[in-house]
């Protein structure tokens, strides 16, 4: 475990409160797609200029293009943040999956606004297949959750790299238990506990959505929770028919905390996870009621789909999207056993309630996806593509948007009506944004010894 005596001198912060005092972000990091789009270009990452002073402001002022085409790149991450604060590393590169073709790009950001591919890591390296959320973690490593094995069944796992020269080092986990679906992951070291998610096998989901395949049990609904010293599954957690597929995993920032919240996708719910008498419990804390819709294929309505939620780092203020419904939402969650909505904002969606942006062309397509937050908690981008197949399904001809929402006197969020980047107008043809980070770490990148 980390020696925490020592000061912090390593990549990242010493405390929440210490992220939280840094200057506002002058760029992020958005993943970019042509994967899915009838577009034969490669995926890109793009950088965003956020400086509301700069002559660029909402402009993408950079584009690093990955080597090869048909990537779909989903989540990346740092190869350190402020978990790895003892080990001298230096956070200065960017890992980026392809989702589909299962490599992982290694990109230099030595100069932060003009990212380079410096390596590629092919699939044949890695003992799995289709990589997804990316974490630091003390001892110079760097963990990748895999979906799928070689043929895009269970099980998935975890696959490690050194953190230095980024050479595949095998797996994370020593005993399973009954860990077979993987998605996202958290730890916190002080509780020596890494939890994980469940989606399905890549082969279930690549094709689109079929809602046969949850009647017969394909989806996910468990989390897993792992001793993070012994690598091995201590508990697994069956969250029932209110928690299927249970995908984003945000754990409290406070390093003491032995709780935190998950995104039930299917079910529209989030939980709070948190342990008691040594055992882990769930329950239900927020519910998003399905919707009625004319032409809507399904019984019981259409879902609200939560694709994704962040937790400022204050531990305060949760915000999630509804992609199907089409709105971002933010409670206040100073008490997690009973989150208060504070502001709903619509952005596109299915049921014709779309705020729109003043900076759009028309209504917004898709509804909000991707979520983050800035260090501070002032600022939130969202974007609005899922994953290819699932675009096309639910969104035909999805045109991919991004835009921010601020702070606003009260402590509610309002859209930013400066800021929006239309990804249609490319010279290479229109694309799709996927997952934003911030170039100084940010609420789901920064784990605290």
Known sequence: MIDREHAHHGPGYASPEEARGQPPEDFVYVACLYEGTGINQPDFIAVVDTNPE???FSQIVHRTPMPNVGDELHHFGWNACSSACHSGATRDTLIVPGFRSSRLHILDVSEPRAPRVTKVIEREELVEKT??????MPGDIVTVSMLGDANGEAPGGFAV???RDFSVLGRWEEDKGAQELMYDFWYQPRQNTLVSSEWAAPNTFTDGFNPA?????????????WDLERKSNVQTLDLGDEGIIPLEIRWQHDPDSAQGFIGATLS???LRFHRDNGSWASEKVIDVANEELGGWPLEGGVPGLITDLVLSMDDRDLFFSNWLHGDLRHYDVSDPTDPKLRSQVWLGGLLGRDGGHPKASG???????MVRTSLDGDRVYVTNSLYSTWDNQFYPELRGWMTKLDRQPDGSFAVDPEFFVDFTELDTGPARPHEVHLPGGDCTTEIFP
């Open 54 to 56: 700069s002559n660029t």
């Open 131 to 136: 990589g997804y959320t990316v974490h630091c």
């Open 161 to 163: 790299l050194d953190a």
């Open 213 to 225: 395949d949850v009647a017969a049990g394909k989806y996910g609904r468990r989390l897993h929770f």
């Open 268 to 270: 529209s719910n989030v």
């Open 363 to 369: 209504p917004l397509n898709g509804g909000p996806q």
